[in-house]
């Protein structure tokens, strides 16, 4: 008998949800990087243990809602929460257990799920002693969120394995719901847009990560092997689009030269990059826009 569910990650931001998902996917479905909010869609990353298919769904960190995107992030977190199997909390033991997993815990336990279909992660314990491991994990017990609580590192995998088999263990029984090859629920388009996106953030600071976003308008193949990719990078105002570009386009050169080995192992093709930047101006404001974005 086969067992399937879904497994919703829920956290601050930066915490490692996303790393988390890829490890225990195999393969990178969700980016990932040092600024808070990465992640803007919950992203379900399909995992295989044994005769049990887990959907791990990552999602936005928890935070304050600003402007109409982060209120959808917001609202689809506590939307994917409500109706998933089993809510992963995760914890990050470098920064400690502060007011952000206080207020996430809360939300969990007051939200009408059962404790048993709660489990606590406390990630990122390769950065910290094994004296304070054994602190944090009492702090993690003492948020009343789930009386399981596993210590990790998404990055090095360590207890990784551990917790992906209790997890596994929680699932209903049940068909398998994605097809057994899928690695994820994300349309190529959005996957190419999400890996250039990374490239973009992680070579931007301040506002910026924040302000942009990429539309992939085109993935053409003109011959085997070969893949023109013709995507848009958004952003909020002039001077975010001088920095993009940067001087003698020298920064919008570097974010092709790492997004594109990205591209080609996602399409297992040589890629031509043609990438470009335009000023939306309160892109983040605008509903219509959100919801062709496929936000919320
Ligand atoms: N040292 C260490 N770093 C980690 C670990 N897991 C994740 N990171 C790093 O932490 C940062 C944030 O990781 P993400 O996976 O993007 O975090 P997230 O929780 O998805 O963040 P949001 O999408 O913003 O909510 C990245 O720089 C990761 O490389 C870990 O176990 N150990
Ligand atoms: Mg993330």
Redesign the pocket.
Known sequence: MTRSGFVALA?R???????LVNAAVGEKVAI???R????RRAIRGVCHRGDCQMILVDL??VQRARDALTERMAGRVQQELAGADVVLHMLNA?QGIGGGDRFTARALTSGGSSASSRVVAL??I??VSRARVAELLQEALALGVSDEVFAM????GEGVEALLEHLALQMPPGPFLLAEGSASDQSQHVLLGELIREAAIRRTRDEVPHALEVLVEEIEHPRAGLARVRALIWVESTSQKGILIGAGGRMIKAIGSAARPELERELDAHVHLDLSVKVRRAWRADEALLDRLGIG
């Open positions: 956290g931001p930066n915490v490692g949800k996303s790393t990932i990087s040092e808070p909010q990465t992640t936005p960190g470098e990630n990122k390769d950065r590192s998404a990055r090095t």
